[in-house]
């Protein structure tokens, strides 16, 4: 589990600094509006994508069977990916008989085509996992993000505009796709039927329903800002969000897939009456873990977010500053919910998602609307309320069918408190205090982030030896091994 986590997480860092140094240079070329337009644009592929996704890749996940299953899901996945491209393309090409810009049109084209191979290569990444195969898994994404990279800066630098990010997009998932395909050798198969289609259907509409509400709030406030605010308030919102989410899946990807890795290891190997038990045990600990390494990274970003907008980009986007922070605080308290998929549909609750992902979209929608009218600050902090809203939903959930009561969660992560105010206090007190010395924004952040974590990291170890042993023990294991 160590070493797949770690991988797993080496390939987000190279994923999200790849697209971090497109973006870079993206905002740097295109300026707040044309990239609100890429954005708006991007949002909108993205839903397309997740709709021809379905439900595909988590049924594979969780499938314990031969393999023959998984290769007829698969040819599933690329027919749906393959129509709704087509749909896609069509809708562009609609969308020009009704005054859309011809270059606009062209871009819309370009991510529509990008979707079959998303939607293959999600599929695929469903296998890699199934076949437990979570190293190679993360080589095809690092050298497919690699691909992509040099393919949208040396579009970018040629003077290609949006379309260089259209084209990097395609290049990283024909690599990724070409690259899985050799690592699984499992070739998609058509003939799936009978009671095995119908549990895929009822499963993955599960899972669809949830994410797409899921998905739809996400990327809600981006529309939103577009229509009432313009695509350079566009441009703000999404370069701010950018930057967080540059930083959270780094943590956010690795933590659900060994979720789902870890949660069901813990019902399968087991006597069946202890399963419970099991999956509550490795709950716990998954979250108290995720909890200590995931709240420095957000409490740095909430902090060091002026330093960071001033150093990575021009003082053309310095209104973004205060939205990273706000943006920061929101991951922050949504991190448990990433726990929420892989538990409910595990234990076999995932007919659960469908109803809890959309009563936290009605109330979020609310709030997004009501908060738009006030500017983009208070927009941001619309999406803090929701992730207050999800954490005490996903609180519930744990209780109710995970049997994990919101007041063991609390006192599992209660030793990194702690720590936690140590080293966000010496983070504050060196920004303050050297303010005036003339150091590079993007130096300042580095350097005093990097002297909060090695004080969080002392006062973990001595502060909180349960939680200390706990996120230390894998590693001694896979040393001495």
């Known amino acids: 589990m160590l070493g797949d986590g770690a991988i ?28 609100g337009v890429f954005a708006l644009v991007s949002a909108c592929a993205i839903l397309l994508f997740r709709f021809s996704e379905f439900g595909w ?57 990008w979707v ?60 990724h796709l070409a690259l899985s395909f050799l690592v699984t050798r499992m070739p998609p198969r058509a003939g799936l039927r009978g009671p095995v289609l119908r549990d895929l259907w009822t499963f993955s509409a599960q899972i669809f329903a949830s994410r797409m509400f899921t998905y739809v709030r996400l990327y809600l406030a981006t529309f939103i800002v577009g229509g009432f ?19 959270a ?9 060994l979720a789902w890795t870890r949660l069901r290891l813990a019902r399968d190997e087991g006597p069946a009456d202890a399963q419970q038990a099991r999956l509550r045990v490795a709950l716990r600990g998954f979250l108290s873990g995720l909890f200590a390494l995931s ?45 929420t998929e892989p538990t409910m549909s595990v234990s076999g609750h995932a007919r659960v998602l469908p109803v809890f992902a959309g009563v936290v979209f009605a109330i979020s929608t609310a709030l997004t ?3 738009v009218h006030l500017g983009l600050q208070a927009l941001a902090w619309s999406q803090v309320a929701i992730a207050v809203l999800v954490l005490v939903a996903t609180f519930w959930l744990f209780r109710r069918y995970a049997g994990v009561t919101p007041a063991e969660i609390l006192s599992d992560i209660t030793g990194a408190l702690v720590p936690l105010a140590l080293g966000t206090g010496v983070l504050l007190a060196l920004n303050l205090g050297t303010d005036g010395m003339g150091l590079p924004p993007l130096v300042e952040a580095v350097l005093y982030g990097l002297a909060a974590l ?15 042993a706990q996120l230390s023990s894998g590693f001694r294991k896979r040393v001495l091994s």
Not at 57 to 82: C, E, H, K, N, Y
Not at 456 to 467: G, M, N, S
Request: hydrophobic share 60%; net charge positive; glycine share 8%.
């Open 8 to 35: 797993t997480v080496a390939e987000r860092i190279v994923s999200q600094a790849a697209q971090f140094a497109i973006f870079i240079v993206a905002a740097r070329v295109l300026g707040p509006a044309e990239f």
């Open 57 to 113: 890749a988590p049924f594979i996940m969780a499938w314990s069977g031969d393999s023959r299953v998984p290769q007829q899901v698969l040819f599933i996945a690329i027919t749906s990916g393959a129509a709704v491209s087509l749909l896609g393309i069509l809708a562009a090409q609609l969308s020009g008989r009704f005054g859309v810009a011809a270059d606009t049109v062209v871009l819309m084209e370009l991510f529509a085509a």
């Open 116 to 175: 079959v191979l998303a939607t293959a290569s999600s599929a695929q990444k469903g296998v890699m996992i199934w076949q437990r195969k979570m190293k190679a898994s993360a080589l095809c994404e690092i050298v497919g993000e690699v691909v992509g990279l040099i393919v949208a800066v040396a579009g970018l630098l040629r003077g290609h505009g949006v379309y260089s990010l259209a084209y990097g997009r395609i290049a990283y998932q024909s690599t």
């Open 229 to 247: 605010l313009g695509a350079a308030a566009v441009g703000y919102f999404r370069a701010a969000d950018r930057l967080v989410s540059a930083v």
């Open 249 to 257: 899946e780094v943590i956010a990807v690795p933590g659900q897939l």
């Open 295 to 339: 709240a420095p990274v957000f409490l740095w970003l909430i902090c060091m977010s002026d330093e960071l907008i001033r150093g990575l980009l021009s003082a053309e986007w310095e209104p973004a500053g205060p939205l990273v922070a706000i943006l920061a605080l929101s991951r922050l308290v949504f991190m448990f919910g990433l726990l």
């Open 369 to 371: 609307f009501g908060a």
């Open 454 to 468: 090695a004080v969080y990291i002392l006062a973990l170890w001595r502060l909180a030896p349960r939680l200390w």
